[in-house]
């Protein structure tokens, strides 16, 4: 009998492909920063990026910058993927609804957040209000065609089923229309967080006083490189513990899906 890996165990398992894959990058990057293919100056180690966020995070830098961002990011992507959620519900259960806002989504859709910088800075001016807005266009439009499309793929006979078994309309939603959906549901958030982080850079590249973009902006200013790399490592990171986290909230809320 083989014995059961112990709960680290199995979780050094599932990290192992992970954690060689960035090994390896780490590898490569120091190798080329010292091969000199490029000016020292302005591709630093691994270390020297590792050393140049930490001053960041002493010196008090970096908490501020990761709570401005955090907070623009969390509060426009809570508003953009509620609006999408319930865009996408409505259109993809009701066909009229469906042929009268869809092709005005899709004409928007192709339009990035950062075309947009200049018009919101005119409208709303250069305060929070502005950035929050950018992000949650945003991501309503990514959330919307994701549930768009996994609400309309509920197959109707289902949803005929319930009807004729007496169910009210919200016990429909409830019972059939948000289970069946959930993947596609928790697929949009996991894109849609994606995407916020996407709009936060474009929003604080257009007008802020803090957060990680506005950051990476002052450091390129000044050539200060290696703290331009702490600061896209720290958005990396912060992409990846997001996605993680509502990775984890999906397998548990729609544990039926195999995707």
């Known amino acids: 009998m083989h014995a059961t890996p112990s709960p680290p165990g199995r979780l050094l398992g599932r990290a192992g492909p992970a954690l060689g894959t960035a ?30 966020l930490a001053d960041s995070a002493r010196s008090g830098v970096l908490a501020a910058d990761l709570g401005a961002s955090l907070a623009r990011a969390g509060q426009g992507f809570a508003l953009g993927a509620l609006l999408g959620a319930a865009l ?3 259109t993809g259960y009701l066909p009229k609804v469906s042929a009268a806002v869809t092709p005005a989504v899709s004409f928007l859709r192709p339009i990035p957040a950062i075309a947009l910088v200049p018009l919101a800075t005119a409208w709303f001016g250069i305060g929070e209000s502005a950035k929050r807005l950018l992000i949650a266009y945003a991501v309503l439009l990514a ?4 549930v768009h499309d996994g609400v309309s793929r509920v197959p109707a006979s289902h949803l005929r089923a319930a009807r004729s078994l007496g169910a009210p309309l919200h016990r429909r ?6 289970p069946a959906a959930a993947p596609a549901v928790l697929a949009a958030l ?7 982080l996407l709009a936060l850079v474009a929003a604080e590249l257009g007008g802020a006083d803090s957060g990680l973009a506005y950051r990476l902006q002052v450091d390129g200013q000044f050539l200060r490189v290696d703290r331009m790399f702490a600061g896209l490592l720290v958005l990396g990171l912060l992409g990846v513990a997001v996605d ?16």
């Open 173 to 178: 939603f409830t019972e059939v229309l948000l």
């Open 190 to 196: 996991r894109y849609g967080a994606s995407v916020a």
């Open 244 to 259: 993680l986290a509502l990775a984890s909230i999906g397998r548990r809320f729609a544990h039926w899906s195999t995707s």
């Open 23 to 52: 090994a390896a990058v780490l590898a490569l990057w120091y190798l080329l920063a010292r091969s000199g293919a490029v000016a020292p100056g302005l591709l630093p180690t691994p270390a020297q990026t590792a050393a140049a």
């Open 143 to 146: 959330v919307w065609l994701y």
């Open 88 to 90: 996408g519900f409505t």
